[in-house]
């Protein structure tokens, strides 16, 4: 087997120039991992709905609680036949309720 002596020294520099070009790519992924990115910002914004709904459940939780005692009054009442509607005032109400919407 023989060695071939000329060309030891120029693998040998084959081999340095690669392992310079690695150190060289690897120092500049460094470095480029190294700047800090700017982050990017993010931003909310709530439309007017979004508000009048948040608004709206706020009034119904600030709202009075539910009367159970006078709800079992009213059912007995219109059972019995008791309870009378006033068309005029139920009227009124809806439509004032129908303006409040708008």
């Known amino acids: 087997m023989a060695i071939n002596i000329n060309n030891l020294s120029n693998n040998n520099q084959v081999t340095q120039n690669k392992q310079a070009q690695v150190k060289q790519q690897s120092a500049q992924v460094a470095t480029s ?8 910002q993010d931003s909310v914004s709530i439309t007017p709905q979004a508000k009048q709904l948040h608004e709206m459940q706020k009034k119904a939780s600030d709202g ?16 019995s036949g008791e309870y009378k509607v006033d068309p005029e005032k139920l009227a009124a109400s809806i439509a004032k309720f129908e303006f409040e919407l708008i």
């Open 33 to 40: 991992n190294a700047q800090p990115k700017s982050p990017n």
């Open 64 to 79: 009075p609680a539910v009367d159970q005692k006078k709800i079992d009054e009213l059912k007995k009442a219109i059972s």
